[in-house]
């Protein structure tokens, strides 16, 4: 079945710094989707990117979608501590399953 | 809107016992989904709905059941709860017939099994 791998699982960055997470599946996507959840919170919709090879930004957020349409990235400039939190990615499958890969629990060091 | 609502937030069980959790969403979404979240293993689905009256298996469905009796509603059951199944659940829901949209999650409800 469809498997969304990212990596790393854990970020440990310096608040100013840039870091980036990553997102690889096994088969082809149709949509990846972005999600972040909060300490003690649920996740939350951050964005979708659909085309081969997109790239997407909010504020110091950059999405890209590869053009193979397998795998994605996620790169955040100068870390704040309201970055603090676990990233995932989810892609869909022909089967209507929304699958999440395990997330990527990022600490911000002050 | 209140968007998606679990209840309970917090329950502990023994083993053996059973219990329901319930998901309600009032944003007309078809789509409706149930996770688990354990340290370390992500967002597993445990089943989904595509509409009123249908349910499917996600990937870790042994000892849960669920229905879809009305489009707002979904229901996570837990026939005999077991120490493995503590964990913490979310609902979420989207919407169709468009599958490519957004997933809204609920707050989550924190299981313990003792």
């Known amino acids: 079945g469809q498997q969304v791998m990212q990596i790393p699982q854990y970020q440990h960055v310096q608040e100013g710094e840039d870091f980036t997470t990553y997102c690889n599946s096994s088969t082809t996507l149709s949509n990846i989707q972005w999600y972040k959840q909060r300490p003690g919170g649920h996740p939350v919709f951050l964005i979708q990117?659909?085309?081969?090879?997109e790239v997407k930004k909010q504020k110091r957020l950059t999405f890209q979608f590869g053009e193979a349409k397998k795998n994605s990235s996620l790169h955040i400039t100068a870390t704040q501590t309201t970055d603090v939190g676990t990233y995932f990615c989810?892609?869909?499958?022909?089967?209507?399953?929304?699958?999440f890969g395990k997330g990527n629990q990022v600490v911000v060091i002050p | 809107n209140a968007g998606v609502t679990q209840t309970p937030k917090f329950r502990v069980l023994k083993t053996g016992q059973s219990m329901t959790l319930l998901c309600a969403q009032d944003m007309n979404h078809e789509y409706m989904y149930w996770y688990r979240q354990d340290p370390g293993m992500g967002l597993r689905l445990i089943h989904y709905?595509?509409?009123?009256?249908?349910?499917a298996k996600g990937e870790v469905p042994d000892g849960y059941n669920v229905s879809r009796l009305k489009k707002q509603n979904f229901l996570l059951g837990l026939e005999s709860a077991a120490p493995s199944q503590t964990s913490v659940y979310f609902c979420?829901?989207?919407?169709?017939?468009?599958?490519?949209?957004?997933?809204?999650f609920g707050q989550g409800t924190r299981l313990t099994v003792v």
């Open positions: 990117l659909v085309k081969s090879g």
């Open positions: 979420a829901s989207s919407y169709s017939p468009r599958p490519n949209t957004e997933a809204f």
């Open positions: 709905s595509v509409g009123e009256g249908t349910t």
């Open positions: 989810a892609g869909r499958g022909g089967n209507n399953r929304l699958a």
